[in-house]
């Protein structure tokens, strides 16, 4: 082989010239050298046998670009992109509205799980496409008429109390006044009015609705206050900002929003009952720009039956359906007309599905079969569960998935739903799979039984458990992101669209490894360690 040319670059630097390095020989790329095709691997699999993530290791390709121009933005559906391949799973331990924000703000989507009534979950809706970056558009309120022990209650539970105060103690109610904390120092009354401390309207400086964050900063910089209160025409609360939401403000350039309006995108999930239609139309109405059509087992004619009711009844919107593991049951949906497909099947940490039901696929195998099948229909898919590393997220990727959806990893963060605890000095949050006993009894029942027959014994398909902090949304994306960008590089892809070109012209090589080889790539021979994510 003959020695690789260089070239100079503008600043003088070698560079390689790619098109100068030559291919490996046919009988070397054939001897399995540098790893297999995937379709060696999951096609001309004599053994029949399906792959986790865990089995699959991706071989090293050739770099000749940097980190920061790898491109990891992608097809949520067939109309909807993000600049972030990461969903977070409509399960009640992991989105609602604060999660489907954050999400939001940092290039991916958010889904709100179907545990809430209909109005419930459309306001979690309403919530996300209301939000603008540096306003609380659900601030904690009182009435004139609560206490300064309500208040004080609230600084012990919150951390803060420039509180609101409207006529009807709520969102929306007319402004009455504000509440800070040098209102309440020196008052030993606790059970006193607030009427008779607080800052009234009149001496209040406000910001009309509709005003934009750069002119509320000013105002709040002339004011030397520390919150101010937007109203509309009627001196109705719509939103407040505060001081120290803006001095820590960050403005999110890779935000997923919509294209029109520049409001956050959002998700939410449905079942396959009838009164899911009703569901759907509230959700509709509220904002959702995609909706999950959230069963266990998602070749059913009570799904098919629904897809194709909601891409009548409202064409505009996007519809996931699933979830799946074969090509067959893809291609009903498919068929139904579904913009996305959820993979998975029994794969998730808390899911006991491939235990109690014997029914199922291993993940790599379900990703990389339903992917190659989905794409011939321009039919994005997303990896559903199973995830438990950024490598993980990586292979999911290189497999053909277009995004993958997580639980667990996200389950532990601030944004989450639920409380920290501690158990035997670790952090902690509660997370359960939705075919839980506890979360069946809140309203996934619906999830594992598809039509509206009752059932005397309900057999869970899941469990309850707990999670470890993993702080901030704010640093965690972005470590992942970052680690799969590694990943992408080390693999030699510099996108995702250049990764599905290389899976499915061969050039994209994998191994499976042995349990062996699965302990040699983790920590080992060690006597204790410490480990880090960030």
Same mark, same amino acid.
């Given at each position: 082989?003959?020695?690789?040319?260089?070239?100079?670059?503008?600043?003088?630097?070698?560079?390689?010239?790619?098109?100068?390095?030559?291919?490996?020989?046919?009988?070397?790329?054939?001897?399995?050298?540098?790893?297999?095709?995937?379709?060696?691997?999951?096609?001309?699999?004599?053994?029949?046998?399906?792959?986790?993530?865990?089995?699959?290791?991706?071989?090293?390709?050739?770099?000749?670009?940097?980190?920061?121009?790898?491109?990891?933005?992608?097809?949520?559906?067939?109309?909807?992109?993000?600049?972030?391949?990461?969903?977070?799973?409509?399960?009640?331990?992991?989105?609602?509205?604060?999660?489907?924000?954050?999400?939001?703000?940092?290039?991916?989507?958010?889904?709100?799980?179907?545990?809430?009534?209909?109005?419930?979950?459309?306001?979690?809706?309403?919530?996300?496409?209301?939000?603008?970056?540096?306003?609380?558009?659900?601030?904690?309120?009182?009435?004139?008429?609560?206490?300064?022990?309500?208040?004080?209650?609230?600084?012990?539970?919150?951390?803060?109390?420039?509180?609101?105060?409207?006529?009807?103690?709520?969102?929306?109610?007319?402004?009455?006044?504000?509440?800070?904390?040098?209102?309440?120092?020196? @008052? +030993?009354? !606790?059970?006193?009015?607030?009427?008779? %401390?607080? &800052?009234?309207? #009149?001496?209040?400086?406000? *910001? /009309?609705?509709?005003?934009?964050?750069?002119?509320?900063?000013?105002?709040?910089?002339?004011?030397?206050?520390?919150?101010?209160?937007?109203?509309?025409?009627?001196?109705?609360?719509?939103?407040?900002?505060?001081?120290?939401?803006?001095?820590?403000?960050?403005?999110?350039?890779?935000?997923?929003?919509?294209? @029109? +309006?520049? !409001?956050?995108?959002?998700?939410?999930? %449905?079942? &396959?009952?009838? #009164?899911?239609?009703?569901? *759907? /139309?509230?959700?509709?109405?509220?904002?959702?720009?995609?909706?999950?059509?959230?069963?266990?087992?998602?070749?059913?004619?009570?799904?098919?039956?629904?897809?194709?009711?909601?891409?009548?009844?409202?064409?505009?919107?996007?519809?996931?359906?699933?979830?799946?593991?074969?090509?067959?049951?893809?291609?009903?949906?498919?068929?139904?007309?579904?913009?996305?497909?959820?993979?998975?099947?029994?794969?998730?940490?808390?899911?006991?599905?491939?235990?109690?039901?014997?029914?199922?696929?291993?993940?790599?195998?379900?990703?990389?079969?339903?992917?190659?099948?989905?794409?011939?229909?321009?039919?994005?898919?997303?990896?559903?569960?199973?995830?438990?590393?950024?490598?993980?997220?990586?292979?999911?990727?290189?497999?053909?998935?277009?995004?993958?959806?997580?639980?667990?990893?996200?389950?532990?963060?601030?944004?989450?739903?639920?409380?920290?605890?501690?158990?035997?000095?670790?952090?902690?949050?509660?997370?359960?799979?939705?075919?839980?006993?506890?979360?069946?009894?809140?309203?996934?029942?619906?999830?594992?039984?598809?039509?509206?027959?009752?059932?005397?014994?309900?057999?869970?398909?899941?469990?309850?458990?707990?999670?470890?902090?993993?702080?901030?949304?704010?640093?965690?994306?972005?470590?992942?992101?970052?680690?799969?960008?590694?990943?992408?590089?080390?693999?030699?892809?510099?996108?995702?669209?250049?990764?599905?070109?290389?899976?499915?012209?061969?050039?994209?090589?994998?191994?499976?490894?042995?349990?062996?080889?699965?302990?040699?790539?983790?920590?080992?021979?060690?006597?204790?360690?410490?480990?880090?994510?960030?």
């Amino acid at each position: 082989m003959s020695p690789t040319k260089k070239q100079k670059t503008e600043n003088g630097a070698s560079k390689m010239n790619v098109d100068l390095l030559e291919e490996l020989d046919e009988e070397t790329l054939n001897s399995g050298a540098v790893g297999f095709t995937a379709d060696q691997i999951f096609i001309k699999n004599p053994a029949c046998v399906a792959y986790t993530y865990d089995d699959v290791i991706v071989m090293p390709g050739h770099i000749n670009f940097s980190l920061n121009e790898v491109d990891i933005s992608t097809k949520l559906t067939k109309d909807i992109s993000l600049k972030v391949p990461f969903v977070s799973s409509p399960m009640d331990t992991v989105t609602e509205n604060k999660m489907a924000i954050s999400m939001a703000l940092q290039g991916g989507i958010g889904i709100i799980h179907s545990n809430f009534t209909v109005d419930d979950q459309a306001d979690e809706v309403r919530k996300v496409k209301r939000f603008k970056n540096g306003f609380i558009t659900d601030p904690i309120c009182l009435s004139p008429t609560s206490t300064v022990g309500d208040v004080v209650a609230l600084k012990e539970e919150h951390g803060y109390s420039g509180i609101p105060i409207t006529d009807t103690g709520e969102m929306g109610g007319k402004l009455m006044g504000i509440v800070s904390n040098r209102d309440i120092t020196f @008052v +030993t009354n !606790q059970s006193m009015k607030l009427s008779e %401390i607080m &800052t009234p309207r #009149e001496k209040l400086s406000v *910001a /009309k609705q509709g005003v934009e964050l750069t002119e509320a900063n000013e105002i709040l910089k002339e004011t030397k206050k520390g919150k101010l209160p937007v109203v509309n025409e009627n001196d109705e609360l719509v939103a407040l900002i505060a001081r120290t939401d803006l001095l820590k403000n960050i403005e999110f350039s890779k935000a997923s929003k919509d294209a @029109v +309006t520049k !409001q956050l995108l959002v998700g939410a999930a %449905i079942g &396959t009952r009838p #009164e899911d239609r009703e569901r *759907a /139309k509230a959700l509709v109405e509220a904002g959702v720009d995609v909706i999950v059509v959230d069963s266990s087992q998602g070749d059913s004619t009570f799904q098919i039956e629904i897809v194709k009711h909601l891409k009548a009844s409202h064409p505009k919107l996007q519809v996931i359906a699933g979830n799946v593991v074969t090509p067959l049951q893809a291609l009903h949906l498919i068929q139904a007309g579904a913009d996305g497909l959820r993979v998975g099947m029994g794969i998730g940490s808390i899911c006991t599905t491939q235990e109690v039901c014997a029914v199922g696929r291993a993940q790599a195998s379900a990703v990389y079969h339903v992917a190659k099948f989905a794409r011939r229909y321009g039919v994005p898919i997303l990896a559903d569960g199973g995830i438990k590393s950024t490598g993980h997220i990586t292979k999911a990727l290189t497999l053909g998935a277009s995004c993958v959806m997580m639980g667990s990893m996200l389950a532990g963060t601030d944004d989450a739903p639920g409380d920290y605890f501690y158990q035997d000095g670790v952090r902690l949050k509660r997370y359960r799979g939705m075919g839980s006993i506890e979360a069946m009894s809140k309203g996934s029942e619906k999830r594992y039984v598809w039509d509206n027959n009752k059932t005397s014994v309900k057999v869970a398909q899941g469990v309850s458990g707990a999670v470890q902090d993993k702080g901030t949304m704010l640093r965690y994306v972005p470590y992942l992101v970052q680690g799969v960008k590694h990943g992408m590089q080390d693999a030699g892809v510099s996108s995702l669209v250049d990764a599905n070109e290389k899976l499915y012209n061969g050039k994209l090589r994998f191994e499976i490894r042995s349990p062996a080889a699965q302990k040699e790539g983790g920590v080992h021979g060690l006597h204790s360690f410490q480990k880090r994510l960030y």
